[in-house]
Every structure is written in structure tokens, then in C-alpha cells.
């Protein structure tokens, strides 16, 4: 089973839907982070939690929220989504350290 | 702050000949580096990593990278390419201080010829 995993794999939705990503992790970290991937931009951080209490806005937080339910479960919210939101949206994990690990990614389309 | 380059948005190769991808880093602390690669349709798995060891750093699937401070570079590198390593390749360097964030370069796609 995977370590990282991200619900749903795939969403298309219309503008001005609220809509939902989950990342669930079996690693035991206490550290995890959500990024948007645009082709040709890299990874931008978007939200990151040292812990259930501890939630920071990374460079990109605009349009988002995040929820830190456990120490397992991040989720990340697009309170109205619009279309150039759409993009690969990944999750990571890490424990106090430097590796990061990512899950698979949620490919977004914002019609 | 830090910051990574990664020259060429995309290489391609012939199988079996050398693959060289290029990362140069901006940092004010010593940097802890990193390659990743992202198969299509998949996320990104590590490679390997640099943090103030060896300067050569070897990583799964047969690739190594040498961090070079004067040059301020960390570039990957594969002596022979095989058909399964067309991939997208992120370079990153972790971001000062307690806050553990990756700063990720733009990319680099390679593609490997028969």
C-alpha cells in the first residue's frame, strides 16, 4: 500500500464550486505539505503543518485552506474554485529532517 | 534566500549515452539538496540527496549527482541512459532554518531515444 495517498485522482468541477482534495499518510510523520504543480513552473508550496495545531500559508495560499484533521489527514479546499487553479496538485510528508515524500498527485480542472 | 536553476526545460538522449542534467543553486547557508523525478502520471520519488557529506551522491537507478560549491552547482548525471528514465527531473534545495520547505527548480524533461 501506498504511503501517501491523495483523494480523488482526477476532478473536473465548474467555477465557483467548493471542492475538496484529501491526503491521508502512513508514515507516521508529523509534517506535511501541499504544492500545485504548473508545467513549465515547478512545485509551489501552498500550505505546509508541522502538527495538528501548527498551519502556515506557504508562497501561493490565495483561494486555498487547509484542514489538519489528524495527524494523518491534510486536506486542502478550494473555497470557489476558478479556472486558473487548474493543475497537478501534490501532497508531501516529512518527518523533522530534510526528505520529503510526495503522493500521486490530484490532477484539477476548473471548467 | 534560496533559490535552484535548471538549465534546459528539456533534454533528450540517445539509450545508452550519457545523461547530464544541470542544477545550479542560490544559498545563503549550506545547502541541502535534492533530485526528484516524476514518472508520468505519478508522483515525485526522490532520487537521491545531498546534506554536507560526501560530495558525490549516488541514487537508485544507476544515478549520481556531485555537489560542487565553487561552481555552486549540483548536477545530475547517468553514464548510460536506459528507455525507462524518461521522466521529468526536479531539482530542490531546502529552504533555511526549521521550516524543512523545499524550493523546487522549473524542470527537466528527458527523453530518451532508441
Known amino acids: 500500500d501506498a504511503d501517501v495517498t491523495q483523494t480523488p485522482r482526477n476532478r473536473i468541477t465548474k467555477t465557483g464550486k467548493r471542492i475538496m482534495l484529501e491526503c491521508s499518510q502512513t508514515?507516521?510523520?508529523?509534517?506535511m505539505y501541499w504544492y500545485r504543480q504548473d508545467p513549465g513552473l515547478g512545485l509551489q508550496l501552498i500550505y505546509y503543518?508541522?502538527?495538528?495545531?501548527?498551519?502556515n500559508k506557504g508562497e501561493i495560499s490565495d483561494g486555498y485552506s487547509v484542514s489538519r484533521q489528524a495527524q494523518a489527514k491534510f486536506s486542502l479546499s478550494l473555497e470557489s474554485a476558478i479556472p486558473n487553479q487548474t493543475a497537478l496538485y501534490f501532497c508531501?510528508?516529512?518527518?523533522?529532517?530534510?526528505?520529503?515524500?510526495f503522493g500521486p498527485g490530484t490532477r484539477l480542472t476548473v471548467l | 534566500a534560496q533559490s535552484v536553476t535548471q538549465l534546459g526545460s528539456h533534454v533528450s538522449v540517445s539509450e545508452g549515452a550519457l545523461v547530464l542534467l544541470r542544477c545550479n543553486y542560490s544559498s545563503s547557508v549550506p545547502p541541502y539538496l535534492f533530485w526528484y523525478v516524476q514518472y508520468p502520471n505519478q508522483g515525485l520519488q526522490l532520487l537521491l540527496k545531498?546534506?554536507?557529506?560526501?560530495?558525490l551522491v549516488k541514487g537508485i537507478n544507476g544515478f549520481e549527482a556531485e555537489f560542487k560549491k565553487s561552481e555552486t552547482s549540483f548536477h545530475l548525471t547517468k553514464p548510460s541512459a536506459h528507455m525507462s528514465d524518461a521522466a521529468e527531473y526536479f531539482c530542490a534545495v531546502k529552504n533555511g532554518g526549521a521550516t524543512n520547505k523545499l524550493i523546487f527548480g522549473t524542470g527537466t524533461l528527458l527523453a530518451v531515444q532508441p
Open positions: 508531501a510528508t516529512s518527518a523533522q529532517g530534510n526528505t520529503q515524500y
Open positions: 545531498y546534506t554536507s557529506a560526501a560530495t
Open positions: 503543518s508541522f502538527d495538528v495545531k501548527d498551519i
Open positions: 508514515k507516521g510523520h508529523d509534517r
